[in-house]
């Protein structure tokens, strides 16, 4: 990753993905179908579901779930409730767990974090899954660095969803353009920031 202090040239604000950015997620995959074997059709559906999600946009939280865990459901034996169910005791549980025992913060991240702390720079969290302050602690690391912790679907939609990005800089008070994002992914994280007029810093997976 460029120096730290150049990156930050110019910025107010800095919003951060969580995973694959904060920590490596490299093996993540493997690892949660090893710990939920028992349930992988439901794993599968999740995936498919997120798929489908990709390009849906609502007002707020509860609108996306319902559509979620319906698309979640379909064709299958279980209902959307327990869809959603799984979803947050299971899966995210699951997650925060491996997170914990497997994963660590990524150096040169933690260095740039350091950095705006340092120079007084607010940074927010933004995921495309929920659990943001739970996965935070797995990784050791303190969620109160961020003056934002919010997930994508919190807001209505999946990345790369300009609405809400935008939703992002709003609730920071942040410009697009005095604002870098920092993601492991072009067509996610990327994309955000070109939506409103961000800066972009691709951490490499
Ligand atoms: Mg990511």
Not at 185 to 194: C, F, L, Q, T
Request: a neutral charge.
């Amino acid at each position: 990753m460029t120096d730290a202090k150049n990156v930050l040239n110019g910025v107010q604000n800095v919003v951060l993905d969580l995973d694959g950015t904060i920590y490596d997620k490299r093996g993540i995959a493997g690892r949660m179908v090893k710990k939920l074997w028992w349930c992988l059709p439901v794993l599968a559906a999740e995936r498919l579901a997120r798929r489908n999600a990709h390009y849906v946009q609502f007002e707020t939280e509860e609108e996306f779930f319902t559509y979620f865990f319906r698309t979640m459901a379909r064709g299958h034996w279980w209902t959307a409730a327990m869809a959603e169910q799984w979803y947050r005791h299971v899966y995210l549980s699951a997650m925060v767990r491996i997170i914990a025992r497997y994963h660590q913060p990524r150096p040169e991240v933690m260095a740039l974090i350091e950095e705006c702390r340092r120079r007084g720079i607010p940074m927010a969290v933004y995921s495309d899954y929920g659990s943001v302050d739970s996965k935070l602690e797995a990784l050791g690391v303190d969620p109160e660095l961020f003056v934002l912790r919010v997930s994508a679907p919190e807001l209505g939609a999946l990345k790369p969803s300009a609405a809400c990005a935008e939703k992002v800089l709003e609730m920071l008070g942040a410009k697009g353009e005095t604002t870098l994002f920092v993601g492991d992914r072009e067509e996610k994280d990327g994309e955000s920031a070109k939506a409103v007029g961000a800066r972009f810093l691709l951490i490499e997976n």
